[in-house]
């Protein structure tokens, strides 16, 4: 079972460039999620999705971007990458919020 | 609103010795599910266990053990006989229609 895959696994971006975080789930659930963690501050939710065709903004939503492109795949966009933008990123999904899956995570440096 | 609390940022134990990890959480709900979850060193994160708020029995799966009371609101996990390898990272998490992490405790078991 593949679960909830994420790619790529690591990236490096120059300030200002531009990127997309792919995620895909094979679980049929409807609530997918995008988080980014960083050191001391747990697990923060940038965007979530509780069904295709919808997304809502999480905790720390400010440059990015997401798309629920159907049920299966959720992305994630940096248009214009920051170095306070470097964090491990992490997508997850759910069904009726009973128990999160995660991907495996994405490394990104801004530099 | 809906919070989180972990306390203890880091703890060291040494091999053997039983550690407690501490959760305190905060909501009007009274419908709601507690969640722990364990990043090991390689970065993944890894269910470890769901209750919901209807459920105040403690459970105990092998040298894991969780308390949860929700007249002090808390979920506290306790590992029995520690093992170098349950030095990780352990998040708290509470779901309602989303999920709230704490900011987790950095657990190291020195042999």
């Known amino acids: 079972n593949a679960g909830v895959t994420q790619t790529p696994k690591f990236q490096v971006l120059k300030t200002g460039q531009s990127m997309t975080l792919q995620c895909a789930q094979d679980m049929n659930h409807n609530s997918m999620y995008w988080y980014r963690q960083d050191p001391g501050m747990g697990l923060r939710l940038i965007y979530y999705?509780?069904?295709?065709?919808?997304?809502d903004k999480g905790e720390v939503p400010n440059g990015y971007n997401v798309s629920r492109l159907n049920k299966r795949e959720f992305s994630l966009r940096l248009e214009s990458a920051a170095p306070s933008q470097t964090s491990v990123y992490f997508c997850?999904?759910?069904?009726?919020?009973?128990?999160?899956?995660f991907g495996s995570g994405t490394q990104l440096s801004v530099l | 609103a809906q919070k989180v609390t972990q306390a203890q940022t880091e703890i060291s134990v040494v091999e053997k010795e039983d550690v407690t990890l501490d959760c305190v959480y905060e909501?009007?709900?009274?419908?709601?599910?507690l969640f722990w979850y364990k990043q090991p060193p390689s970065g993944e994160l890894v269910f470890l266990i769901r209750?919901?708020?209807?459920?105040?029995q403690n459970e105990i799966s092998g040298r894991y053990s969780w308390n949860f009371q929700k007249s002090t609101s808390s979920f506290n996990f306790t590992i029995t006989a520690s093992q170098v390898v349950d030095s990780a990272v352990y998040f708290c998490a509470l779901s309602r229609n989303q999920f709230y992490f704490g900011t987790g405790t950095s657990l190291t078991v020195i042999p």
């Open positions: 999705s509780a069904s295709e065709g919808t997304t």
């Open positions: 997850a999904s759910s069904d009726r919020a009973e128990k999160l899956f």
């Open positions: 909501t009007r709900d009274t419908t709601y599910y």
């Open positions: 209750r919901n708020s209807f459920d105040e």
